[in-house]
C-alpha cells in the first residue's frame, strides 16, 4: 500500500510541493505507530491480548479500505518495460548507490532496527522504570510526525538529499552515545531527537530523490524496488544488534554498529548526489 500511495501522490504534485504532500502522507503511519502501543497496553489488561489484537485488525481493516478506495491516480496506467523489477535502472548509478545507502540506513536507524527494536530492553537496563518504557515507542513516533512534516517543507526549500543527510547524520552521531542515557528524561530527548530529525526527515524524504532518478510514470517501480532492496537491511539489522549486545558491555557494540551504519549510509548517499548532479553540491529533488 505504502509505494504506490507514494508514487501517485507524486504524480499529483509538481517538485516544489512534492516534499510537503508526502510528508503529510508519512504523518499517518507514524500516528498509527503513536496510538496503538499506548492503546495495546490499556486494552491487553481489560480485554486480554487475543481481542486487542482483533481490535487493531479491525481498525487496519477500516483504515486500509477507506485508503484502497479513495486512492485516485492522475496518469493513465502505463506499460513499462522490464517488468516488476528491472535490473536495468541499477545502470543508473545514482539509484544504486541511493539504494545501497537505504540499506544501510535501514541496518541502523529505521523503523525496525536497534533504536526501535532494543530501546525499551536497553531503557530498563539502565533504570527506567517499567511504566514508563512502554510509552517510549509511542513518544519516538509522535515526534517522528513533527519532523516528517517538518522536512518535508525543508526538502522543497533546499532539496530532499540536502535535508536527509545533516538529519540522518545527527541520528547517527546521536545513536552511539545513547547507551549511555539515564533517566527518563534523557531517554525522552533521545528519542525526541533522533526520530524527529532522523526517521522523520527519511520516513517523509526518500521517495523524492527516486522520483526524479528517471520518469514520473515508472516513479512507482523504482520506489518499488527501492524497498525490496532495502527490506534487507530491515531484516538483518535486528539479528545482527541482538548479537552484538554483550553481557558484560552491554548495548554499547550495538550502539556503536547502528551509529556507524548511519554514517557510512550518509556517505553513499551524497556519492548518489554527485552521480545524480555531477557535482559535489546542488539541490536535488
Same mark, same amino acid.
Given at each position: 500500500?505504502?509505494?504506490?500511495?507514494?508514487?501517485? &501522490? %507524486?504524480?499529483?504534485?509538481?517538485?516544489?510541493?512534492?516534499? +510537503?504532500?508526502?510528508? /503529510? @502522507? #508519512? *504523518?499517518?503511519?507514524? !500516528?498509527?505507530?503513536?496510538?496503538?502501543?499506548?492503546?495495546?497496553?490499556?486494552?491487553?489488561?481489560?480485554?486480554?491480548?487475543?481481542?486487542?489484537?482483533?481490535?487493531?485488525?479491525?481498525?487496519?481493516?477500516?483504515?486500509?479500505?477507506?485508503?484502497?478506495?479513495?486512492?485516485?491516480?492522475?496518469?493513465?496506467?502505463?506499460?513499462?518495460?522490464?517488468?516488476?523489477?528491472?535490473?536495468?535502472?541499477?545502470?543508473?548509478?545514482?539509484?544504486?548507490?541511493?539504494?545501497?545507502?537505504?540499506?544501510?540506513?535501514?541496518?541502523?536507524?529505521?523503523?525496525?532496527?536497534?533504536?526501535?527494536?532494543?530501546?525499551? &530492553? %536497553?531503557?530498563?537496563?539502565?533504570?527506567?522504570?517499567?511504566? +514508563?518504557?512502554?510509552? /517510549? @515507542? #509511542? *513518544?519516538?513516533?509522535? !515526534?517522528?510526525?513533527?519532523?516528517?512534516?517538518?522536512?518535508?517543507?525543508?526538502?522543497?526549500?533546499?532539496?530532499?538529499?540536502?535535508?536527509?543527510?545533516?538529519?540522518?547524520?545527527?541520528?547517527?552521531?546521536?545513536?552511539?552515545?545513547?547507551?549511555?542515557?539515564?533517566?527518563?528524561?534523557?531517554?525522552?530527548?533521545?528519542?525526541?531527537?533522533?526520530?524527529?530529525?532522523?526517521?522523520?526527515?527519511?520516513?517523509?524524504?526518500?521517495?523524492?530523490?527516486?522520483?526524479?532518478?528517471?520518469?514520473?510514470?515508472?516513479?512507482?517501480?523504482?520506489?518499488?524496488?527501492?524497498?525490496?532492496?532495502?527490506?534487507?537491511?530491515?531484516?538483518?539489522?535486528?539479528?545482527?544488534?541482538?548479537?552484538?549486545?554483550?553481557? /558484560?558491555?552491554?548495548?554499547?557494540?550495538?550502539?556503536?554498529?547502528?551509529?556507524?551504519?548511519?554514517?557510512?549510509?550518509?556517505?553513499?548517499?551524497?556519492?548518489?548526489?554527485?552521480?545524480?548532479?555531477?557535482?559535489?553540491?546542488?539541490?536535488?529533488?
Amino acid at each position: 500500500m505504502l509505494c504506490p500511495a507514494l508514487a501517485v &501522490v %507524486s504524480h499529483w504534485f509538481s517538485r516544489k510541493r512534492r516534499g +510537503f504532500a508526502l510528508g /503529510i @502522507i #508519512s *504523518i499517518g503511519s507514524s !500516528s498509527g505507530s503513536t496510538v496503538l502501543p499506548a492503546a495495546a497496553q490499556k486494552l491487553i489488561p481489560l480485554i486480554g491480548f487475543v481481542r486487542t489484537i482483533c481490535v487493531f485488525g479491525f481498525i487496519l481493516i477500516a483504515t486500509l479500505g477507506a485508503a484502497n478506495l479513495l486512492l485516485q491516480r492522475r496518469l493513465p496506467p502505463s506499460n513499462v518495460h522490464g517488468g516488476l523489477f528491472d535490473l536495468k535502472t541499477f545502470l543508473n548509478k545514482a539509484f544504486a548507490f541511493y539504494c545501497i545507502s537505504g540499506t544501510m540506513t535501514f541496518l541502523g536507524l529505521y523503523r525496525y532496527d536497534q533504536m526501535l527494536t532494543y530501546i525499551s &530492553v %536497553s531503557a530498563i537496563e539502565i533504570g527506567v522504570s517499567k511504566d +514508563f518504557v512502554f510509552y /517510549i @515507542i #509511542s *513518544i519516538s513516533n509522535a !515526534s517522528s510526525a513533527v519532523g516528517r512534516l517538518l522536512t518535508g517543507i525543508i526538502g522543497d526549500k533546499i532539496g530532499a538529499m540536502n535535508t536527509m543527510t545533516p538529519f540522518t547524520a545527527l541520528a547517527g552521531i546521536m545513536t552511539i552515545p545513547s547507551t549511555g542515557m539515564r533517566g527518563n528524561l534523557f531517554i525522552a530527548t533521545y528519542q525526541l531527537t533522533t526520530s524527529r530529525f532522523s526517521c522523520g526527515a527519511f520516513s517523509s524524504l526518500w521517495p523524492v530523490p527516486i522520483v526524479a532518478m528517471g520518469g514520473i510514470k515508472d516513479a512507482g517501480r523504482r520506489a518499488g524496488m527501492f524497498m525490496s532492496f532495502v527490506a534487507f537491511g530491515a531484516i538483518a539489522g535486528p539479528p545482527i544488534s541482538g548479537a552484538l549486545i554483550s553481557p /558484560i558491555k552491554g548495548f554499547v557494540y550495538a550502539g556503536y554498529y547502528a551509529g556507524g551504519t548511519i554514517v557510512i549510509s550518509i556517505v553513499l548517499m551524497l556519492v548518489a548526489r554527485y552521480f545524480h548532479l555531477r557535482r559535489l553540491w546542488g539541490k536535488f529533488s
